[in-house]
């Protein structure tokens, strides 16, 4: 018998967020987001979300 995911368990990213609109056309910036949730500023977030873009791995990015 299936259980049901817990509060905290990641949304599944082939289902649409609750409350979207399919189809709506706007590209979702997650930076306000995770510079909000991790208390960093968002040029700082920017930056590592374009050096993982552009294929830095998370070692190379720390040292």
């Known amino acids: 018998m299936p259980t049901a995911p817990s509060p905290t368990s990641p949304a ?3 289902q649409p967020a609750a409350g979207s ?3 709506a056309g706007a590209a979702f910036d997650p930076t306000p987001v995770i510079a ?5 500023q968002r ?3 920017a930056a590592v979300i374009a050096l993982l873009d552009g294929g830095a791995t998370v070692p ?3 040292r």
Not at 36 to 40: F, K, M, P, T
């Open 12 to 14: 599944d990213p082939s």
């Open 21 to 23: 609109s399919p189809g």
């Open 36 to 40: 909000a949730e991790l208390q960093l």
């Open 43 to 45: 040029g700082q977030v």
């Open 60 to 62: 190379f990015i720390s």
